[in-house]
């Protein structure tokens, strides 16, 4: 069974639009962590960000913003204002119980920042 | 610090050779991780290394095989190849980050298999 859905293949915005990137996760732990990866074309994934299962605070960095919710078992990722640099494949990842550093990751959506 | 690295970074063999990919981690950071990243499957999971020895191994056949040396740098390996081995492999090496721990991510063996 798939543990990460990302339900969006590909999404397509003009700058300065924000775009939102759903994720869905199941895991039987209670102690899990989600993460987001952005894969841009060159290849390398980079690290956005990592939430433990036992806080359920929204963080914003910069232009991005995260919304994690337990009963919905979500973690959505929000661009504000899009800009051409943030084109790119992301990938949202889960890692379940404590020390176990395997991520089952979601399928990635294309996000195109069109000038 | 230096960031994880892999060579090569580009690779061509055909059908029936065998492969050989390294992974050099972060300073300091003592566990590896091998993903294999296809058009078709996405990113999936190979095994992990922690300290020289396999911790964890994905749904992967025999032919796919990795160490950890004492210095921390991981190799994987792929005999018999396959047309379907053709992909980027992803190497991460696992530490503290601002956030708590991370994943970092190298940037990938691309491997064509003709």
Known sequence: ?115 | KAGVTQTPRYLIKTRGQQVTLSCSPISGHRSVSWYQQTPGQGLQFLFEYFSETQRNKGNFPGRFSGRQFSNSRSEMNVSTLELGDSALYLCASVGEGQSGVEQFFGPGTRLTVL
């Open chain 1, 1 to 115: 069974a798939q543990k990460v859905t990302q339900a969006q293949t590909e999404i397509s915005v003009v700058e300065k639009e924000d775009v939102t990137l759903d994720c869905v996760y199941e895991t039987r732990d209670t102690t899990y962590y989600l993460f987001w990866y952005k894969q841009p074309p060159s290849g390398e994934l980079v690290f956005l960000i990592r939430r433990n299962s036992f806080d359920e605070q929204n963080e914003i960095s910069g232009r991005y913003s995260w919304n994690f919710q337990k009963s919905t078992s979500s973690f959505n990722f929000t661009i504000t204002a899009s800009q051409v640099v943030d084109s790119a494949v992301y990938f949202c990842a889960l890692s379940e119980g404590v020390g176990d550093y395997k991520l089952s990751f979601g399928a990635g959506t294309t996000v195109t920042v069109r000038a």
